[in-house]
């Protein structure tokens, strides 16, 4: 049995707020659009969302019990992902990234595709969402199908709220063309970028 209409609106309320509010993959997203254009943001953008998908699916199928049951596993999930944060905004931040571009892991490359669906898993703002999207707002009658459909429509919430951001920074691309606004750029984004770990850190 699918959801009801009105659960399924006020899930998809729920996925664009939490898609396009500020976060590690909106704030990458956005300096990759400004460095690299959004055509070559491509794959970040659909690492970031079918990452997201899979995750999802994964809790759906009980992989957040598994974290429930194992607390030690999501503590270092989530210092992982803290880590990796760090790494990024450095790459970043760093004058060689400034010159070349600074989400690949090269300098000059934006991030994979697999690179980022391989970020959703130690993501904490993506488990938070992921965990909340299954325990709220899948019912547990025709379970499996729900967790699916759920799933699927978080993705395609998701994958044009992303994009946004992108868009966003490919727009700011003429505005970067100078090396020191460029510079400045890069290097308020690795703020951010590490502004996003106050909630992890905060309740750690």
């Known amino acids: 049995m699918f959801p009801p209409v009105d659960l399924l609106i006020a899930f998809s309320l729920f996925a664009l707020i939490t898609s396009i509010t500020p976060g590690p993959n909106n704030t990458m997203l956005l300096a990759s659009g400004a460095t690299f254009g959004f055509r070559r943001s491509l794959p970040h953008m659909f690492g970031v969302t079918g990452g997201f998908f899979i995750m999802v699916v994964a809790v759906g199928l009980g992989f957040g019990a598994l974290l429930a049951a194992f607390p030690v596993l999501y503590e270092l999930l989530r210092y ?24 690949g892991a090269g ?4 991030l994979s595709f697999l690179g980022a669906a391989t970020f959703q898993w130690v993501n904490p703002k993506a488990w938070t969402m992921a965990v909340a999207a299954v325990s709220t707002y899948v019912p547990q009658e025709g379970y499996l199908v729900n967790v699916v459909l759920i799933s699927s429509l978080f993705a395609a919430i998701n994958l044009p709220c992303v994009g946004l951001w992108a868009g966003c920074g490919s727009l700011l691309r003429l505005f970067l063309d100078d090396p020191f606004r460029q510079r400045h750029f890069n290097r308020a984004m690795a703020l951010l970028l590490l502004a996003s770990l106050y909630p992890m850190l905060k309740y750690a």
Do not use: E, H, V
């Not at 790494?87 to 004058?95: E, K």
């Not at 300098?107 to 934006?110: A, C, I, S, T």
């Open 80 to 103: 992982l992902g803290a880590a990796y944060l760090m790494y990024l905004a450095w790459n970043i931040a760093r004058p060689a990234a400034s010159a070349a571009g600074g989400l």
């Open 107 to 110: 300098g000059g490359r934006p």
